[in-house]
């Protein structure tokens, strides 16, 4: 991975969507800044010092459209100046040392999308109590039928914490505004025929602060933008 690295940093744009997630920020965008050229923080309209730490570490900010992750996603992409974005959350769920991993299959041409896939690394956020096994138990139904309507062998189609060809995120034409996007973009890159792949990526418990993940708000919009993009 070293010889597609330039001083150490890969030449890609990390984008890092957060929303009131000051406990953590500076210690996510800290630990980026040597794996990434260009680090990019998508505000979600922060209540707290989110921006004003993020700005303090010289690094770029651009704000969201007030609607959820989803629009963030696209946002940053939009923003970016690499041909090649990685995604990670801002709460320390995703380890930034793993995005070399992410990177390496479109870096060498083998692939469009790659997601960190928490069915090969585990997941410290799944397991422990009803909410997380709903998540657990809906992310498996949502998966099952995307494998078999796509024919594919994925093992999380929801992570965050991927990267994926900027001009092919962009030619999906994603709609979704909160965190259906993550499914969405993974439907649709199957659909449209883009290489789709995945490497094991662990996922840690959040550090600090609240999931922003309302199971009982945001359920039936899984479930309609599942079916819809199974179609
Ligand atoms: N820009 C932006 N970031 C958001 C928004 N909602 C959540 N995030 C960030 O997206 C990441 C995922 O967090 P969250 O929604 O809590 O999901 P969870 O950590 O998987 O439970 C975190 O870095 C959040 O701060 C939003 O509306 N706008
Ligand atoms: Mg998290």
Known sequence: MDHMQRNGKLP????????????????????????????????????????????????????????????????????????????????????????????????????????GSRGRGGSDELHGDLEKLMRLLGGDIILIGINWRFKSKLTDSQNGFRAIRRDVLLDLDTTENITTIEQEMTMKALKLGYRVSEVPAHEYARKAGTSKIVLKRVWFRYIYSWLKNLM
Not at 31 to 37: G, I, Q, S, Y
Not at 67 to 89: C, E, F, N, S, W
């Open 12 to 115: 890609i744009t990390a984008i890092i969507p957060a929303r009131n997630e000051e406990a953590t920020i500076a210690e996510i965008v800290s630990r980026t800044l040597p794996v990434a050229e260009e680090v990019l923080v998508v505000d979600g309209h922060s209540t707290d010092r989110t921006k004003a730490i993020v700005e303090g570490l010289g690094v770029r900010v651009v704000a969201d459209n007030g609607v959820g992750k989803g629009d963030a996603i696209r946002v940053g992409a939009r923003a970016a100046t690499h041909d090649i974005v990685a995604y990670l959350d801002a709460d320390g769920s995703h380890d930034p040392n793993d995005i070399p991993l992410l990177v390496e299959p479109i870096m060498r041409g083998q692939s469009d999308l790659v997601i």
